[in-house]
């Protein structure tokens, strides 16, 4: 079994930056490929970006190509969300996720979902 709890979120203005972070329970960090996901009111939830076991391999939407940066540090069980040149319509709730393979997070179905989430942290982008 692997816990997520997510961190980092707050209030931030159009064009700022804010880093989330999501720390991991268990010794098998390292096996998991991970991935974060958004999701606001009305909306449906969405992909942001997902990372390899070892970091070597990062996906991301297109809405925040250039902007974010999904990293992970597997000796402190951590995955960061770094994000920059934040707007309004990044305001969201952001889950964290993790599975054994990157095809649940980077195209999932509705028979492969990721196996674990957290219970996310509010971003909220003022103008």
């Known amino acids: 079994q692997v816990q997520l709890v997510e961190s980092g979120g707050g209030l931030v203005q159009a064009g700022g930056s804010l880093r989330l972070s999501c720390a991991a329970s268990g010794r098998a960090f390292s096996s998991y490929a991970m991935g974060w996901f958004r999701q606001d009111p009305g909306k449906e939830r969405e992909f942001v970006a997902a990372i390899s076991w070892t970091g070597g391999s990062t996906y991301y939407a297109d809405f925040v190509k250039g902007r974010f940066t999904i990293s992970r540090d597997n000796a402190k069980n951590t995955v960061y969300l770094q994000m920059n040149s934040l707007d309004v319509e990044d305001t969201a709730v952001y889950y964290c996720?993790?599975?054994?393979?990157?095809?649940?997070?980077?195209?999932?179905?509705?028979?492969?979902?990721?196996?674990?989430w957290g219970q996310g942290t509010q971003v909220t982008v003022s103008s």
């Open positions: 996720a993790a599975d054994s393979a990157l095809a649940a997070l980077v195209r999932p179905t509705a028979s492969n979902q990721a196996d674990y």
